[in-house]
């Protein structure tokens, strides 16, 4: 989105909107995608999988707000009545959460939400997709840290900070874990 000769803010705009653009012909190709390959006891969706990707790569490059926006249509889609979206945007969340772990523990709390009713959808391949996420977030690799004494207060509400330090103490831990199937 930028040229020659633009000044930095209007470089800086040029390119959220260009990222904006990419982001809505990503989700335009997530929503009207319809193949579905059952050769195996999952549903392998290759077009899907591959926007999702794209999708988690673009929302790298999201400030906040836009990041925020995306969120809101990602999981819009999870709630979705048909198995397809809500595989779909489940499949999109388990990239965007790998990819953005320094997310607002507002937006952690939306993506568990969503991870959440995915656990509970009849379809064993929505269930599978929110298990990937639970599985991406433990494969973020955070180690033990001293614990503290019963008396502090423990919670798992920074996961901001959990996944940016990659420590945290066990209880932590299973506070955050527990979140993801509250």
Request: charged share 20%; proline share 2%.
């Amino acid at each position: 989105g930028t040229r020659s000769g633009m000044t930095s803010a209007q470089a800086q705009r040029a390119h959220a909107a260009w990222l904006e653009g990419v982001c809505v012909r990503l989700l335009c190709v997530l929503v009207r995608d319809g193949f579905s390959d059952f050769a195996s006891d999952l549903v392998v969706t290759p077009v899907r999988e591959t926007c999702a990707q794209a999708l988690g790569a673009a929302a790298q490059y999201c400030d906040a707000e836009q990041l925020e926006r995306l969120l809101g249509h990602v999981v819009a889609l999870c709630g979705a009545a048909a198995w397809e979206q809500h595989y779909t945007g489940l499949v999109c969340l388990r990239y965007i959460a790998v990819l953005r772990p320094d997310m607002s523990s507002a937006l952690w709390a939306r993506v568990f939400q969503a991870v959440y009713a995915g656990f509970q959808a009849d379809d064993e391949d929505v269930r599978g997709a929110a298990a990937a996420i639970y599985s991406a977030l433990r494969n973020q690799n955070v180690e033990a840290a001293e614990q503290p004494s019963m008396q502090d207060a423990v919670s798992a509400g920074n996961i901001t900070k959990i996944i940016a330090s990659k420590s945290s103490t066990p209880l932590e831990m299973a506070l955050l874990y527990a979140s993801c199937l509250e």
